[in-house]
């Protein structure tokens, strides 16, 4: 078997249709030095997709994304209440308020296992192998489910973002001015947490929740240390994800490893490379300079 | 008949976790000035704007600006934050910020276009910032990004301004051109309200005064209230300011005697 075959195609495709929408939402969790509430929010809406699933028996519904997204807001509620109403600092509120949703999510599936196919490593690491295996019929063609929902999810993440760009520019960039002139920062806030929360519920069973953090955080990084444009943050985040999604397939299939370990793996390789390269590049830089003073 | 007031404050008091740093603030603002606010720091100088711009909701008393609730007239208001307050490693251009200004009026899912541009240009070039408009913000001196503000603030196009330490960390060529600039707009109608630290420029620069130290010392013509004995209400005891101030007022003193001579 070849690896450029249908389940390349279908498995990199169904990756990739997570990788973008995290990439547009993560920017703006970067920017707004947030990328820790996306690990809350990532973890938080195992509850919620715990019930959701026992409730509606699939993983992937309008109950289950109704239910998970709602717990994520919870996530984002509590995190806010404690450090604002609590006083307590802004990390401690993320890990008391994370910790113990995902703790209680957990405790749910173990209670559930023996009727409930979901597991902790499935939520954990995803099962991207199989993607090709659950296919919906459209139009007489056989595409995988995954294939399908990334592609609405992908779709409602770049809706929102382009219809309300400058509402998440100019409420990350200077949330009190916006205030000032009308604008309701908390609504913007946690239009941005239903996103994460969206985003993370319908990635979650195919790639895990370890790799939509990776998705979430790691591309909109390496963009910021290369770029001060917002646009080109964007555009640069998706290119990085996409080399990241087919490196990591291709690396799996060499050395037979787990799909989404090996795209982390390449997203964290991405980072270093960029960030040593930087750092060479701002050495060369001032030793060239250095050079042509003494000359 | 009084002259129309454009801001109104009304027994204000404001506090952080029940600790009042605003008490019992009353005044009323009379239209097409040029106001500074002046008092120690920590004396609620940025709490008071704050909460004449509805960013802070006061414990008790309200704010009319225009005779009307804030909602109704803010798009005729606009502020211009302490710099400190943002983050300006956000990737963004200095004309990215001004033309921020320009969503006040024209909401948030309006496209800018040509004309757009071409007048948030204008204002950075009221600033004196034309040629910087694509320099990303983190690379521009504290003054010129406080002049970023101060534009953003102008594409707003408003009939009152509230700005929160405007020459903080600005040259005195540049000082001097903006005051130039908020003198012309006075001229123009609008009503500009400025925290400032200076004492030295007090007199020179506003027509009005709000002396501040948690509770409302003074309001009125900055002729009538820049006094020594209300300068030392205002900041208390601190004596290397009272000293600086007799100095000031001994030379303003000299100042106007010798104007009467001449
Ligand atoms: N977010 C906050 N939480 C708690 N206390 C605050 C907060 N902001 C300001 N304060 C306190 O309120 C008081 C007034 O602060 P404010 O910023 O209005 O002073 P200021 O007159 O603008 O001072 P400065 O000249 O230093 O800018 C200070 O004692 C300050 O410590
Ligand atoms: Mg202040």
New binding site residues.
């Given amino acids: 078997m070849d690896f450029l075959d249908l389940n390349f195609v279908w498995i990199s495709l169904s990756a990739l249709l997570i990788a973008i929408p995290c990439s547009l939402v993560g920017v703006f969790l970067v920017l707004r030095k947030m990328a820790m509430l996306g690990d809350a929010i990532s973890h938080a809406v195992l509850p919620g997709i715990v019930i959701a699933y026992y409730f509606s028996d699939s993983y992937q519904s309008i109950p289950m994304l109704l239910g998970a997204a709602s717990v994520g807001l919870l996530c984002t509620y509590l995190i806010e209440t404690f450090n604002k109403v609590g006083r307590l600092q802004e990390d401690a509120s993320i890990g008391v308020t994370y910790t113990w949703l995902f703790a209680l999510g957990v405790v749910m599936i173990s209670f559930m296992n023996d009727n409930v196919d979901l597991d902790q490593d499935c939520v954990l690491y995803g099962e991207i192998a199989y993607v090709p295996l659950d296919t919906l019929s459209i139009f007489g063609a056989l595409i995988p489910r995954a294939v399908v929902n990334g592609s609405f999810l992908t779709t409602l993440i770049a809706l929102l973002l382009i219809v309300g760009f400058k509402g998440f520019k100019l409420t990350t960039f200077d949330p009190v001015y916006a205030t000032a002139i009308g604008i309701s920062i908390t609504f913007w806030h946690y239009l941005l947490m239903g996103m994460v929360s969206t985003v993370t519920i319908l990635s979650f069973e195919s790639i895990g929740a370890i790799l939509v953090l990776a998705f979430l955080v790691i591309p909109p990084a390496i963009a910021y240390l290369l770029t001060n444009r917002l646009m080109s943050m964007i555009y640069l985040s998706m290119v990085f994800s996409l080399v990241a999604v087919i490196l990591g397939y291709i690396l799996a299939y060499k050395i037979n490893s787990s799909i989404s370990g090996a795209i982390a793996s390449i997203l964290a390789l991405e980072f270093l490379v960029v960030f040593i390269g930087l750092q060479i590049f701002k050495i060369l830089r001032r030793r060239a300079t250095k050079v042509s003073y003494s000359n | 008949m009084e002259k129309e007031s454009i801001i109104e404050a009304h027994d204000l008091t404001v506090s ?2 029940k ?1 009042p ?1 605003l008490w019992d603030v009353d005044f009323k603002l009379p239209a097409g000035l040029l106001t500074g606010v002046i ?10 704007l ?1 909460t004449l711009m509805g960013i802070l909701k006061p414990d008790s008393g309200y704010v009319k600006l225009f005779g009307n609730k804030l909602d109704e007239v803010r798009k005729k208001v606009s502020y211009v934050p ?1 710099r400190e307050s943002v983050d300006w490693d956000f990737p963004a251009s200095a004309l990215d910020v001004v033309l921020m200004g320009l969503y006040a009026q024209k909401g948030l899912f309006k496209r800018i276009n040509k004309a757009d541009r071409e007048w948030a240009m204008y204002c950075l070039e009221q600033l004196g910032m034309q040629d910087y408009k694509n320099r990303q913000i983190s690379q521009l001196s504290g003054g010129q990004q406080q002049r970023v503000f101060l534009a953003r603030s102008l594409a707003q196009n408003a009939s009152l301004y509230l700005m ?2 405007p020459f903080a960390g600005v040259d005195a060529t540049t000082e001097k051109s903006i005051i130039d600039l908020l003198q012309k707009m006075k001229n123009d109608g609008k009503s500009i309200v400025v ?1 400032h ?1 200076d004492l030295q420029s007090v007199n020179e620069y506003f027509d009005w005064l709000l002396m ?1 130290n948690t509770r409302l010392v003074a309001s009125g013509p900055t002729s009538e209230v820049f006094t020594q004995e209300l300068l030392e209400e205002t900041y208390g005891g601190k004596l290397s300011i009272l000293s600086q101030m007799a100095h000031i007022l001994k030379n303003l003193e000299i100042g106007r005697k010798e104007h009467e001579k001449i």
């Fill in positions: 952080y976790d600790k740093v008092g120690p720091n920590g004396a609620g100088k940025s709490t008071l704050k302490q929160d330490e925290v630290h501040v």
